[in-house]
């Protein structure tokens, strides 16, 4: 097995050392509060390949994870500037070709001008590896998300507010090979909502979606343009049932039509809801119902609408442990390039399962333990491969 690499090794020193001297440790300021971290995970088949295509072969890796970073939260008079980075390294044991240094970081400042109206304004980044779930390949190919936005509330009304933002959020692949599907989406919205005075709120929101997609590709002969533009009538529900119950929804209408490709246009019912129920102080449940259009990023499709159900349990039996176990369900109905596949039967199905504990060794210091199922009923149509992977990882984490 490969030996940590220096970095991780570094980030152990610390977490082991912190185990001794955090009782006297404080954070830099009330404002910064650095930490370190690392991880080994195993996963039974990485790449997310398909057994029966190729018997015989093991796409199972172990991967080690070190990452450090800090988190920022600073009042500005009655403003509020939060904000995280961090630096991730992997290393795997096998595929060790896609061995990369990761970066992420996300600024927001809550703002309040008099006692009516509030908004946001910030910016995220984040580079990490691709996912293997489209993309089976052993190629390094890093997946970079850049994002800025900001919104506006006003409430003008006890009982009425209304509210717009907007939103740019650039997306960019490294392996020239999935570089087609790099693409800008710009989202603007407006909406008002009617309060209730229990807390809940009822009101309409729509949304205008602009994706720009800058590189054509050529299929089956026909050259293919993914730019599109979406319009969205929502009805927007927050409903405080109780202080236990809480349950919001946003949906309506949605229309996608592609600046090329009239065939392609298309349009329906769309929605997510959310419900959250804590019975008990230390038992949280949280369940969504979705079917929404998604980006589906590949050659033979441009585009998904997917339909999924999630519960979420969280139980804390003590101050020092939490226990988390995740059901997920989502099937996409693939909107596929004319001409290019085989219209029948364009949906896979996948389905995952998580559970995990975190014991707080010393109040900086967490040791985590977590395991997963993860499949996926693959479609012949559109060319998403059927897989099964397990995984089981252990980490450890010290903020300062």
């Known amino acids: 097995m490969k030996q940590l690499p220096g970095s991780a090794k570094t980030l152990l020193g610390v977490l082991l050392g912190s185990l001794y001297t955090l009782p006297a ?6 404002t910064i509060q650095p930490f370190v971290g690392v991880s080994i995970q195993h996963d039974s088949n990485l790449l997310r390949q398909d057994a029966d295509q190729y018997p015989g072969v093991d796409f199972a890796d172990t991967y080690k994870t070190a990452q450090a970073g800090f988190t920022l939260e600073r009042p500005i008079g009655r403003q509020l500037l939060t904000g995280t980075a961090r630096v991730t390294r992997v290393d795997y044991d096998h595929f060790n070709e896609l061995d990369y240094t990761g970066k992420d970081g996300k ?26 779930n489209d993309f089976h390949s052993s190629e390094l190919n890093l997946r970079t998300d850049k994002s800025v936005y900001g919104n506006i509330n ?11 933002g907007y939103k740019r959020e650039v997306f960019a692949f490294d392996l020239a090979s999935q570089q087609y599907n790099n693409r800008t989406e710009s989202t603007t919205d407006a909406g008002a909502d009617y309060l209730l005075k229990n807390g809940s709120s009822v009101g309409l ?6 994706g720009d997609y800058p590189v054509t590709f050529v299929g089956g002969g026909t050259v293919y343009d993914n730019n599109f533009v979406s319009n969205e009538a929502n009805l927007n529900v927050s409903w405080a049932y109780s202080a236990i119950s809480q349950v919001t929804f946003i949906g309506g209408w949605v229309r996608r039509n592609y600046v090329l490709g009239d065939a392609r246009d298309s349009s329906g019912g769309h929605g997510r809801l959310v419900a959250n129920w804590a019975p008990l102080s230390h038992v949280q449940f949280g369940a969504s119902l979705w079917r929404e259009f998604v980006a589906a ?17 969280t139980w804390t039996p003590t101050a020092k442990i939490e226990l988390e176990a995740n059901l997920q369900n989502e099937r996409r109905a693939f909107n596929a390039q004319p001409g290019i596949v085989n219209p029948f039967s364009p949906s896979d199905r996948t389905r995952s399962a998580t559970l995990g504990v975190n014991y707080a060794v010393l109040r900086q210091v967490t040791l985590g333990l977590n395991v997963g199922r993860f499949t996926r009923d693959g479609s012949v149509a559109v060319q998403t491969t059927t897989y099964r992977s397990n995984t089981v990882g252990f980490s450890a984490s010290v903020k300062f």
């Open 107 to 132: 600024l927001d400042l809550a703002w309040l001008v008099g006692s009516h109206v509030t908004g946001h304004v910030g910016a995220s980044y984040s580079e990490a590896l691709g996912a293997f």
């Open 297 to 313: 990023e590949g050659v033979y499709v441009h585009g998904a609408m997917a339909t999924g159900q999630s519960l979420n349990v």
């Open 205 to 210: 929101l729509f949304r205008h979606i602009k």
């Open 154 to 164: 006003w409430k003008f009304h006890p009982e009425w507010q209304v509210h717009t």
């Open 25 to 30: 440790a404080a954070q830099i300021s009330d």
